[in-house]
Structure formats: C-alpha cells, structure tokens
C-alpha cells in the first residue's frame, strides 16, 4: 500500500492461532499493530483490547440535536406564520412530537454513520493488505523498524502464521 | 455483530469461509439472456405506466376514475401498500439482529433492499396523486418568499418527515451492511467489476479499528430503526385515523397497520426469495428452515390481522353507531363486497394453513401463499380507503369510485419500478450476507483441527 510503514505481515488460518499472537505481541510491548479479520470477531476484539467506541457519543448527541432541531423548528415555524388551524392551539406540542421523533431517529442515525466515518476511515492503521483478509484468513501487520524485525517475525510464526513477510515500507 | 448459535437449517457439511465467498461472489456473474429478457420485460410496464403517468398530468387528474366523494383511490391505497411492503425488510435486518436470532443472516439482505426499493416506489405515489408533483417541494418547510410554513398538524406533513426519515436511514442501513461484502467481492472480481466494487467498498480493510466502530455503529443504527420502523406505519395509519370517516375513526389502527405491513412484507420477501435462492444457486444457504421461520412470522401477523378485522366488526357493533354499523355492514355485502371478500379470505383464513408444518415447509405452497397474502392485502388498503369514503353520512353524498385505465397502467408501472430495481441490485451487488453468513460458522481453530 502506498504510503504504509516497514514491518511484518502474517497471515493466520486459526482463530486461536492469531489472538495468541496478538496475546504476545502485547506481552512483547507492542501495541500499534493492525488486525484484519473477513468478520468482527469477538475473541480478536478482545485480544486487542480496545476501549468501547466512542461512536455512541455521536449517536447520543446526533438524536439530541435532532429531538431540540423538530421542537424548535415546528415552534418557531407555527408563530413565525401564526395561523389558527382547525381550532387548535398555534404551538401544538402533540402533533409536533411525532416530527420531534423522526428527526431524532434521523440526526442520530446520520451522526451515527459521520462517526462511524470520522473514526474508522481516519485511523492510522495504513499497513499492507492481503486479498485473504477479506475471504478466510486472519491477518497481523506489526510495523517495526529494520533491527526488531526478526524478533517479531519469530513470534508471529511461533504462534502458527501460515505465511509471514517483510514489508518494505 | 456476533451471533454465535448455528443457523437453523444449515446442512451438516458447514460451508468454509471460502465457499461463503465464492458462492455469493458467483450470484455476480455475466447475466445471462433470461435476465435481460426479465429485465426488458419489466422495463416495458415501468415505460406503459411512465406513458400513463405523462398523459395524467397532460389531461389532469380528471383521467383517474376519482369521483366525490372517493378522492383517495388507487394511488394513496397502493402507497399504503408499498409502505407496508417496507416494513418486514426493516423487522428481518433491525429487530431480529436486536433479538440474535442467527437464521436472519442469509435472507436479510434480500429484505433490506426490498425495503429501500418499496419506499422508493411508495414515495411516488403521493406525488402522482397530487397531480401537479412539481410541486412537490412544498412539503418542506424552506424558507420562502411568502413566509408561509408549512402546516405541522396535518398528516401529511407527518408522513413526509416519517417516509423521508425511513428512507434514508433504511438505505444508510442497507449500504452500511453491504460495505464489508463489497470488500470482500472487490478482492475477487476483475475488469470492470473490480473497479466499480473498488469504488464502493470505501476502503473498506476490515482492521481491528474499522471492526471496531463498525460494529458498534451497526447496533446503534438497527437501535434506531426498531423504533422507525414502528413509528413509519402509525404515522401512516394516522393519516386515515385522525379523520371522522366512519370505518376510519379507530385507536385499533396503528397497531393493526404495523401487523398488516409486516405480514405484507414477509410475503413478498418469501415470493422475492423462492426463485432467487433457485436461479443464484443458494439453497446451501437458503434453507427451508429459513422460509419456516418466515412462515412463523407470517402466522403470527396474519393471526393479529385477521383478529384486527374481527375487532373492527365488533366495535361497529357494540359501539351503537349507527355510521359505524352501516360503513361495516356496506363492507361485506354492499357495491365493493367483492373487494372486501378478497381481503378476508387471503388475508383473514388463508394464513390459518401455515398452521401445519408440512405447508410451511412445502415451497411452492408457500408461493402460492405469499402470493395471495400480497393480493389480500392490496385489497385491504382499497377497503379501507375507497369503501370507507365512498359510504360516508349522507346518502345523497355517497358514490362509487372504479380505477380507470390510467390508474391500473400506473399501478402495474409501480411493480416494474420495483423489479427493476431488485434486478438491477441482484445482479450487482451480493443479495446473501457474505459477512453475517461468516459471522455464524465458527473460525476454524488449531487446536480442533
């Protein structure tokens, strides 16, 4: 890929093959290396250990905004042209609920997916990829500098990689 | 994401990883010429309604059978039925991956495009019906040179907020869900394939981080549209309930119309899937456990259905309205009995079938079935609308509406947009999970093998 760093990429046929792997790669001190699996995988998410996604927040303040966006929306929009409609009051907070919702439903949804964008096509994880990845295999980019490499290729390998290779970034 | 139970009705020589790929990535394929001549056929309805569309607004809508009192008819009761057709997509993606149930995997994507195609197609009939729909735009409330607003206590209104937001968070859904599978086909394909899955797979590396927002994303989004999904069909139910029309005026409707949309949408869903699963040569994965478990579903809303029409009779009844009484009564044996026949057999005796295994487990009973639910249920939309307004208070107000030409080349042009749209997403973009299929055949282990 261009553009991603020097290290290490091995491919792994076993599930447990690989989260063993990531197991000694954090005994080992590293933690800035990259995981690719063909499904979200429950035991690799935990053998990476990442914190929860902070996607919720966007969601959370994505429906917020939108509930806040249809109550004043439909308010002002009613007094801006304050005309009475079948007898009912001009600010009509029930009928107005069901926009309030759908605008909920949709800031939340829309924020939801820019965050989802913002932080998992943002990330720095810019190593090489392998067609596998993607069909049945697991795969483990390290990046590293020259002199480290043949210890990291050595642990990769210990834990069962199929097939292991220097990247040259 | 993770659904760790085998699906029911996998077979017993589980598929690998790879045979997941490879299957779904050959449902791709060169088309061959009965999908050119299905797509041809399609496309020559979808022109005949276009042409019926072109001559209604050259003449006006005076070419449409409308006659007061029935100013609601074919339109408004085939855009209740595309809605309702929405909304089992919405159940089998969203609600089902809420509760885990692992066999939805292989059939919701089927599903979800249904969904997305059926609002598009549903979103064209209130335009169609306001006959000037270049104007549409003033449903949105923008900022004008009139000051005006528009008016957030009509029905409308809601259904536009309802409809749009359904829409697109429904299509968000499907494209989020599709991202993955992309990926994975994009490392298959060549030529030109290659560069279009290219494109659309955004980059898309399944690492460790993507998984990890993607999934979180994923379950807030299907979060989202549980709530949607039910709210969309009130919403639309509302814009008849909040009126005085007999037959109209009920509590019973939002839940009655969410029963009837799912049970409409799982019918066509099974009808969308038999010969799917027959010509992509997915049976490994389509199982007929998977049309049992649609079967259930269809029983169940059927049986709520068919108990929301008994209730609608005994409220007439036990109300003592007299309006109510003759609305009902006009139903089942005045000018439209036939209409009203229709809907109850299919709709009200025929699910009472599903009730024995060895139906729910026959396909083309199942066909047959999914069929006539559809065809029950077009009829109960027009029941319920054109019935009902044609038999209002006054006698001398009364009238009696018949669709003219123009309204049935228009209706039949709605199915061609439909399938058009399916084919066209069928043959170029995978119609079976690749990713969720995965998601429930355990990873093979070192220590197992």
């Known amino acids: ?169 | 994401m993770a659904t760790t139970a085998p699906p029911e009705g996998m077979p017993a020589s589980q598929p690998t990883y790879a045979d997941v790929t490879r299957d779904v990535a050959a449902t791709l394929g060169n088309p061959t010429k009965g999908y050119y001549g299905l797509l041809a056929f399609v496309v020559t309805i979808l022109l005949v309604g276009v042409g019926a569309l072109l001559y209604q607004i050259r003449m006006g809508l005076g070419v449409a059978g409308y006659t007061p009192p029935v100013m609601w008819g074919v339109y408004i009761t085939t855009f209740v039925f595309w809605v309702g057709i929405a909304h089992s997509g919405t159940l089998i993606s969203a609600i089902l991956f809420l509760f885990r149930s692992a066999w939805r995997t292989a059939v919701y994507r089927t599903a979800e495009a249904m969904t997305v195609f059926a609002v598009m197609t549903a979103g064209l009939f209130p335009l169609i019906h306001v006959g000037r729909l270049w104007y549409a735009y003033w449903l949105i409330p923008y900022p004008n040179q009139r000051m005006l607003w528009v008016n957030f206590k009509s029905p409308l209104v809601w259904d536009m907020f309802a409809i749009g937001t359904y829409f697109i968070v429904s299509t968000c859904f499907l494209i989020l869900g599709l991202i993955p599978d992309i990926a994975a086909i994009r490392d298959k394909a060549t030529g030109w394939r290659k560069k279009l899955y290219t494109i659309t797979a955004l980059n898309w590396r399944g690492t460790d981080q993507q998984w990890r927002h993607y999934t979180r994303a994923y379950l807030y989004l299907a979060a989202l549209a549980t709530p949607l999904v039910l709210s969309v069909h009130s919403v639309v139910s509302w814009d008849f309930a909040v009126s005085i029309v007999p037959g109209w005026h009920a509590t019973i409707f939002a839940p009655y119309f969410v029963a009837g949309a799912i049970y409409s949408g799982v019918a066509l869903v099974i009808t969308l899937l038999i010969p799917l699963r027959r010509v992509f040569k997915v049976e490994r994965y389509i199982t007929t456990d998977h049309f049992e478990n649609l079967s259930k579903l269809l029983l169940l809303t059927g049986m709520i259905v068919g108990y929301a029409y008994v209730v609608e009779y005994f409220m007439a009844w036990y109300s003592g309205n007299t309006f109510e009484r003759a609305s009902f009564w006009n139903r089942a044996f005045g000018d439209y009995w036939w209409a009203t026949w229709t809907m109850i057999i299919c709709n009200g005796f025929l699910p009472f079938l599903l009730w024995f295994k060895k139906i729910r487990r026959c396909i083309p009973a199942l066909l047959v079935i999914s069929l006539f639910v559809n065809l029950g249920m077009w009829f109960e939309r027009f029941v319920i609308i054109v019935v009902s307004l044609s038999f209002e208070y006054e006698p001398y107000a009364m009238g009696h509406y018949t669709p003219t030409w123009v309204e049935w080349a228009i209706l039949s042009g709605s199915f061609a947009w439909f399938f058009m749209w399916f084919l066209l997403f069928a043959k170029n973009f995978p119609t079976v999970s690749i990713t969720e299929v995965k998601e429930i055949i355990p990873m093979p282990r070192k220590r197992a093998s």
């Open chain 1, 1 to 169: 890929m261009k553009g991603s760093p020097g290290g290490i990429l091995a491919a792994y046929r076993h599930i447990d093959s690989a989260t063993e792997a990531i197991g000694a790669l954090k005994k080992s001190g590293y933690d800035d290396f990259t995981v690719y699996s063909p499904t979200p995988n429950e035991e690799i998410l935990e053998a990476v250990a990442h914190p929860v996604s902070p996607v919720r927040l966007w969601t959370l303040f994505g429906g917020l905004t939108g509930l806040v966006t249809g109550f004043a929306m439909t308010m002002w929009m009613s007094y801006d042209y304050a005309i009475v409609v079948g007898g009912k009051p001009i600010g009509s907070v029930i009928p107005y609920i069901i926009i309030m919702f759908e605008l909920t439903i949709l800031f939340g949804a829309l924020s939801t997916l820019v965050g989802l964008a913002f932080h998992a096509w943002s990330t720095n994880q810019r190593g090489p990829f392998d067609g596998r990845f993607s069909d049945d295999h697991i795969g483990i980019f390290v990046p590293c500098p020259v002199e480290r490499r043949p210890a990291v290729e050595q642990l990769l390998t210990a834990a069962g990689a199929t097939e292991v290779k220097v990247e040259i970034g």
